[in-house]
């Protein structure tokens, strides 16, 4: 009779402690308002399907370059107009992204912990940083639009080679940009998390 009992009694002690250990982490942990965290987890998804898309992007920019230098202009023309339609899809999650970090941002002093606080300011900064190279982004790919129309109707279609070759390095500075500002945001709230602990 006893050995029958003690499993379930031997679980049900594990799961007291374990409840226990929650309680007493979650008193020593420091809490953030509910916004600030939905805000968060919001913006992670969108900057997830960003991400996705200007690593695509970056292929399909490497396809243009190549059907521009091959000659094929038209073919360069489609994919760029391809891509334009993409890229405004993704610049209105970008606006959507703006948001969730504006959310976060008015959240920030409801933080109790200052050094957390002052993490946290750097990161939606950051963040917001990055936003406007995305929307630079977009602005370049417009222009290479403007320039590949340009040279596929021109008689002289290599008078536009250096046009192109430009918007395209500053296309690529862009994503380089971008990347770089994500992981200095991944870093900063890395911190803000260890501060919050």
């Not at 009779?1 to 226990?20: E, N, S, Y």
């Not at 929650?22 to 308002?33: G, I, L």
């Not at 107009?81 to 948001?99: N, P, S």
């Not at 939606?124 to 990055?130: D, V, Y």
Request: proline share 3%.
């Amino acid at each position: 009779m006893f050995r029958k009992w003690i499993l379930p009694f031997l679980g049900a002690i594990t799961i007291v402690f374990i409840v226990i250990g929650f309680v007493f982490a979650a008193q020593n942990k420091v809490t953030v308002p509910i916004s600030f965290a939905e805000a968060r987890i919001n913006g992670a998804v969108i900057s997830d399907s960003l991400n996705n898309f200007f690593q695509e992007s970056s292929e399909r920019l490497r396809k243009i370059e190549e059907k521009d230098k091959a000659g094929k202009y038209d073919d360069a023309l489609d994919l760029t107009t391809q891509e334009f339609i993409k890229l405004q899809e993704a610049r209105l999650k970008t606006i959507d992204l703006l948001g969730e970090l504006t959310t976060m941002a008015a959240e920030i002093p409801n933080i109790p912990l200052h050094s957390a606080q002052s993490i946290g300011m750097q990161a939606i900064a950051t963040k917001i940083s990055l936003v406007d190279r995305l929307l630079n982004y977009h602005e370049k790919i417009r222009q290479l639009l403007d320039v590949l129309e340009n040279k596929f109707l021109s008689d002289d279609p290599a008078s536009f080679d250096t046009k192109t070759t430009e918007v395209i390095k500053a296309i690529n500075d862009d994503i380089f940009a971008i990347n770089e500002l994500n992981r200095k945001y991944q870093r900063l709230m890395t911190e803000f998390d260890e501060k919050l602990q």
